[in-house]
Nanobody, 112 residues
Framework: QVQLAESGGGLVQPGGSLRLSCAASASIFSFNTMGWYRQAPGKERELVASTTITGYTNYAVSVKGRFTISRDITANTVYLQMNNLKPDDTAVYYC??????WGQGTQVTVSS
């Protein structure tokens, strides 16, 4: 079974940027949908962005225009570029393949 490992989280000021990476232990070519989710304290896990093998992308309304998801099949990696970060973006961010396989998560904290 493929394993996913997120990286790139950290502490950033409002308005700043981060790029999250999700490295897979095997080819991600066979996965139709790869996605990024997040879970803030006391809240349910929510979909942030997803991408299909055909290039279709989907974003939560709260991040549309600020976040960009991309998939590098040759590197078996999915990225989430996050710009103009806001305190409400603070959460643990998880990578998922088909909504069934999950990484361990990476913390993103947006604070001045």
């Amino acid at each position: 079974q493929v394993q996913l490992a997120e990286s790139g989280g950290g502490l950033v000021q409002p308005g700043g940027s981060l790029r999250l990476s999700c490295a897979a232990s095997a080819s991600i070519f066979s996965f139709n949908t790869m996605g990024w989710y997040r879970q803030a304290p006391g809240k349910e896990r929510e979909l942030v962005a997803s991408t299909t093998i055909t290039g279709y992308t989907n974003y939560a309304v709260s991040v549309k225009g600020r976040f960009t998801i991309s998939r590098d099949i040759t590197a078996n990696t999915v990225y989430l570029q996050m710009n103009n970060l806001k305190p409400d973006d603070t959460a643990v961010y998880y990578c998922s393949a088909e909504g069934r396989t999950w990484g361990q998560g990476t913390q993103v904290t947006v604070s001045s």
